[in-house]
Every structure is written in C-alpha cells, then in structure tokens.
C-alpha cells in the first residue's frame, strides 16, 4: 500500500511539472507570434527582349499584338549608318565596234542569217545543230517536190467533186455521193417489202377521180336544200357508223369483265362448298 501511494504522489509531482512546462512553452510562442513578418522575396528578374519584340517595337502594325512591353515599342538604341558607296562607274567597254552589231554586218546579212536559223529549226526541229548547205539545199528541193504532189493530189480530188456535183445535183459529204432523205426512206420501204408502185398508182387513181356528187346523183336537178339534206344524211350515217363500232367496243370490254367476275365468283363459291 505504501508503495501505491508514493508512486501515486510522484505521478501527480510529474503531472505538475509537465503542465508548467507547457504554459511556458505557449508563452514563448506567443513572444515570437508578435515578431514582424519577414520581408518577401525579391522579384524574379524579366526575362530578356526576344526577337519578336524587337519586331513588335519596330513596326508599327505588329504593335497591336501585344509586343514590346504591351504595345509600346522599346527604345532601340541608335544605330550607326554606315556610308553609302562611292557611285561606281562600270567598266570601260574594249576598244573597238560596240553595241548589239559588233561585227558590223549590215541589215541584209543580219536577216539571211536569221532565216537560215530559223530554216534549220523549222527543217528540222528535232534537232538543234546547224544543217550542211547541201543538205539543207536537199530538204529544200524534197519539201518543195512534197508540197507540189499535195497541191495536185487536192486540185484532182477538188475536181472530181466539181464533177460530181455536176452530174449528182444534190448534196455531198467529204466529196462522196449521199442519197436525199427521201430516197433513203424509199430505199427503206423497199427493204421492208412495202409496193410502191401499186401504192403510186392508186393515189393517181385517186387524184384523176372527179371529186363531184357520187354515181347516180344529179346536183344540177337539185335545190340547195335538197343538196344540204343530202350531205347532212351522208355525214350523218358515217358518224352513226363510227358510233356504232364504238358501242360495239364498249359492249365487248363490258361482256368480258362480267364474264370474268362471274367466273371469279363461281370458284369462290365452289371452294367454299363443304366436302
């Protein structure tokens, strides 16, 4: 028991002891709280011009995007003009002819030399060296005899399509004979078996019939009334004709869809029927 309570007591002593030492501890915090506060760092230095803000700070249009220290070109320090050049004089020309005609050929020269160039690259214009006289003088004479062959094949062709049309009134195509439309329909219907003759020779019949009153009618013995009763009988019993082929028409359509809905309705009620 007694070692209980001396224990205990010296517990307590060392409950004390901590709780003093706290509150001084708390007292010096306190002190340094009311320290003034430290000074802040010192600003990071600006980094140096790029070369777009010397672009900025020099022209003025680049201003607007913001370069060289927010639109406001930079003081450029001055630069040192470098003196101009001395006006040089070109060089002295060699003595003698100068100019475009150093040899002093005159103008005739000049242009038969230009036509012999261009003789050689229209001879020949695949390739670019310079021709012999000879075998230009060949080429020449070669081309010349070509062009004269041509000239006499077109004349020739030219004449026998002037022959043509003389004997052939109607029209050519590239100099070659070309029937007319109607002769290509005949030629057509001809092909396909149609008689033209008998087809010719009753439309003549046609034509030589006297377009006067029918056989065995006399309108010179009539009156006009008489004459206009006829015509309106003729046209009427032509038209009563028409009309009745018509009917004819409309009855057969009408006979055949009655039969077939009598027939559709007779194999409906056939399988309907019970077995």
Do not use: C, H
């Amino acid at each position: 028991m007694r070692l209980g309570v001396g224990a205990r007591a010296w517990g307590k002593r060392r409950g004390g002891d901590g709780g003093s030492g706290g509150s001084g501890e708390g007292g010096s915090g306190e002190q340094q709280g009311r320290a003034p506060p430290p000074p802040p760092p010192p600003p990071p230095p600006p980094p140096p011009p790029s070369q777009y803000d010397d672009l900025f700070a020099s022209n003025p249009k680049w201003r607007m995007f913001g370069g060289g220290g927010g639109g406001q070109p930079r003081q450029q320090p001055p630069q040192q003009q470098r003196p101009p050049p001395p006006n040089q004089q070109p060089p002295p020309p060699p003595p003698g002819r100068r100019g475009a005609n150093p040899d002093g050929r005159s103008w005739d020269q000049q242009q038969a030399d230009l036509r012999g160039l261009m003789g050689d690259l229209s001879e020949n214009p695949r390739w670019r060296w310079p021709t012999f006289e000879g075998s230009r003088e060949e080429q020449r004479r070669a081309m010349a005899e070509q062009e004269a062959r041509m000239a006499e094949d077109e004349r020739a062709a030219w004449e026998a399509q002037q022959q043509a049309q003389e004997r052939f009134p109607w029209p050519f195509v590239g100099g070659a004979f070309k029937p007319t439309p109607q002769d290509e329909f005949r030629d057509q219907l001809e092909r396909m078996g149609v008689d033209l003759e008998g087809s010719r020779a009753r439309a003549a019949k046609a034509q030589s019939r006297p377009s006067g009153p029918p056989d065995g009618v006399d309108f010179s013995k009539m009156t006009p009334d008489e004459v206009r009763d006829y015509w309106a009988q003729i046209r009427s019993s032509r038209l009563g004709r028409v009309q009745g082929r018509q009917d004819d028409e409309v009855a057969g359509i009408a006979v055949f869809y009655l039969g077939a809905t009598a027939v559709i309705l007779l194999l409906a009620v056939l399988s309907n029927l019970p077995t």
